[in-house]
């Protein structure tokens, strides 16, 4: 006997990519429902060799289902999270909405499986930001090793994490650069995304720092160690798929950059590609499609007594957002559920 899987969200490139890691992994399904907005109703969506059409969401009844993937940003999340989870159908949330409340687990399987226990609390077990995600994967082996004190991380973001209208805006203003007459305004980003970076991703805090770099405070502190200390500048970039991020690490202890590199290389989730030649190292496009986070250019910091530095790379819609929310929904499955 298998699960009853509904996927929320499933026209947005993050419950597209659910739906392919669900039949890439061969989870255990039963049934499965592809939900969106009254706009979707009828689109059509692949789940591995089937097409599913896609419901709205807004008529669903969750009562007899149990896992419902929800990727819908928090608005309409705040809406629709509540119903299902009321009617027993466990919710994973990729929505910032659930990430902060004490009652509700925020989890990288990697990093901290034995939090999903406490999903029976709310029914709801939270998926954290994407820049957070790959990152907190390469701290936890080190932290366990070395003990980390404080990190030093500056992003480089994928349009895809604004969602697909971002898509569009770079593909249509790239383009539009090479056609008189068809320019494109900036709309979705702040300023000119097409060969540009800009410093800003999501709203302005008090302090000057954006909700973006905010996240990946509070987050790491939840999901590794609140002793954790975290400063982060978070850039969107012109590329596609692949969020990537230069890390800096003091730990509590030295750690060889030969052993930081073992460690990184036994870890769950991670595959190092770190020669010291000519592209000896992974960039985003490289790492669209897969499941791992990449790790290169591990070195020692000389600059303070028990330092790193590595570069970060992974799949934001997979290890980010599609890929980690199935790994929960198999720690579930495994831990707590289990059927199938
Ligand atoms: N992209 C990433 O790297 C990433 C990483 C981590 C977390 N997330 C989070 O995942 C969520 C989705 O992101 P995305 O990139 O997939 O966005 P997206 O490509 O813009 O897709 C949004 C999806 O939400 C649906 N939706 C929006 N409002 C709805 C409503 N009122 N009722 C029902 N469905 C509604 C859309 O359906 P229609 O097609 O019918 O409009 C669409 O399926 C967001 O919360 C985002 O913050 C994204």
Redesign the pocket.
């Known amino acids: 006997m298998g699960y009853r899987i509904a996927v ?8 597209r990519e659910m739906l392919n890691i669900l039949a890439e992994r061969e989870f255990p399904v039963d049934e499965i429902v592809a ?3 009254r ?2 109703l009828g689109t059509e969506v692949s789940f591995g060799d089937k097409t599913l059409t896609t419901k709205d ?2 008529a669903f009844d969750f009562t007899g289902w149990d896992m419902a993937l929800f ?4 608005d ?2 705040k809406k ?1 999270a509540p119903i299902a989870a009321k009617a027993g159908c466990v919710v994973i949330d ?3 909405l659930y990430r902060y409340e004490p009652d509700i687990p925020l989890i990288v399987p990697e990093c901290n499986p034995d939090a999903v226990e406490g999903y029976s609390k709310r029914n709801i077990i939270a ?1 954290p ?2 820049s957070t995600a790959q990152m907190v994967v390469a701290l936890k082996p080190l932290h366990d090793r070395a003990k980390i004190k404080r990190v030093v991380v500056s992003t480089y973001q994928s349009v ?6 971002a898509m569009d805006e770079l593909w249509l203003q790239t383009k539009g650069m090479y056609v008189p007459g068809q320019e494109v305004e900036a709309n979705k980003f702040t300023k000119q995304i097409a060969f540009n970076v800009i410093p800003h991703i999501d709203k302005f805090m008090e302090d000057g720092s954006t909700k973006e770099e905010w996240k990946m405070v509070v987050e790491t502190k939840k999901i590794v160690d609140p002793s954790i200390k975290v400063t982060a500048t978070c850039v969107r970039v012109p590329v596609f798929v692949g969020h990537s991020e230069s890390i800096n690490i003091e730990f509590e202890e030295f750690l060889d950059e030969d052993e930081a590199r073992d460690i990184l290389r036994e870890a769950p989730g991670i595959l190092v590609v770190d020669k010291r030649e000519d592209g000896g190292y992974t960039t985003p496009v490289e790492c669209v499609g897969d499941f791992a986070t990449f790790i290169s250019r591990i070195r020692q910091d000389s600059t303070i007594e028990n330092g790193l530095n590595l570069w970060c790379v992974s799949d ?2 997979r290890k ?2 599609a890929l980690n929310a199935v790994q929960i929904a198999e720690l579930l499955g495994r831990r707590c559920l289990k059927k199938g």
């Open positions: 929320v969200g499933a026209t947005g490139n993050v419950g939900l969106a907005s706009r979707s969401l807004d990727a819908i940003g928090s309409a999340t629709y990729n929505s910032s998926n930001n994407c895809s994490g604004g969602g697909k209208d934001n819609l980010g957002a």
